[in-house]
């Protein structure tokens, strides 16, 4: 009678290299989060541009004041935006790109300010502190800033670490506030001129990004 014997166990599969594991991923390629610094750095670039050519209308200075205002809150809206698209989109990879938005939020958050500070108030700090003190919506703008500033020193892993990861995301969870604030300096920055069409878009879309946040909470 033949002996029989059994078929070789089948070889287990490589591993995905990490090239291969990019390929069906575009947000884990190597090249993502560079783009993603350029990206961020094109509002900017079209400020400077804008100056040096003289394409910034008759007040240049106010121009770029309210642009990097502008794209603060866009850049903090797009920050708080990562969540609840990762969750509906099926992309946990977006999360990957949360730190470098919200360091680029406080980038231009600073420049917003230091614009404000040398281009409106001439670098005088009595005068900006009387500005601060006498104008609603400069002392919510700068104090979204402050609230801002802890969050930027802790964005590396060594701060996760030295603050353990608890207490680093509840002094995080500052961001949902600083939202707040900010948007109240936009509303009030743009009820000098009684035009309330962009702060309630942006109005609009906090209330679904922090309502849809509420909404997991609960349930």
């Given at each position: ?12 599969a490589?591993a995905p290299?990490?090239?291969a ?6 947000l884990?390629h ?9 990206l961020c ?7 400077a541009?804008?100056v ?7 007040n ?11 794209w603060?809150l ?15 989109t099926?992309?946990?990879?977006l999360?990957r790109?949360?730190r ?11 420049l917003h ?5 040398f ?7 009595p005068e900006?502190l ?7 919506f ?6 979204a800033w ?8 802790t ?6 670490k030295a ?7 509840w002094?995080?969870k ?13 509303i ?5 001129k ?8 942006y ?7 922090l309502g849809w946040r509420?909404w997991?909470?609960?349930?």
């Amino acid at each position: 009678m033949p002996l029989t014997t059994s078929a070789p166990a089948p070889a287990p599969a490589p591993a995905p290299t990490r090239a291969a594991r990019a390929a069906r991923h575009p947000l884990l390629h190597p090249v993502a989060k560079p783009l993603l610094f350029v990206l961020c750095l094109l509002p900017l670039a079209w400020y400077a541009y804008g100056v040096i050519t003289y394409q910034l209308g008759a007040n240049p200075a106010e121009a770029v004041i309210r642009g990097l205002g502008d794209w603060t809150l866009r850049l903090l809206w797009v920050t708080l935006a990562v969540t609840p698209l990762r969750q509906w989109t099926g992309q946990p990879a977006l999360a990957r790109f949360r730190r470098m938005l919200g360091v680029f939020t406080f980038f231009y958050a600073t420049l917003h300010l230091v614009a404000y500070s040398f281009l409106d108030m001439g670098l005088d700090l009595p005068e900006i502190l009387k500005d601060i003190a006498k104008r609603p919506f400069i002392l919510m703008g700068f104090a979204a800033w402050l609230m801002l500033l802890p969050l930027a020193a802790t964005s590396f892993n060594r701060a996760i670490k030295a603050l353990g990861a608890k207490r680093w995301q509840w002094l995080h969870k500052l961001v949902y506030l600083i939202a707040i604030v900010g948007l109240m300096h936009f509303i009030w920055m743009r009820a000098g001129k009684n035009n309330f069409a962009e702060p309630a878009v942006y109005g609009g879309i906090l209330a679904v990004l922090l309502g849809w946040r509420v909404w997991k909470r609960m349930a």
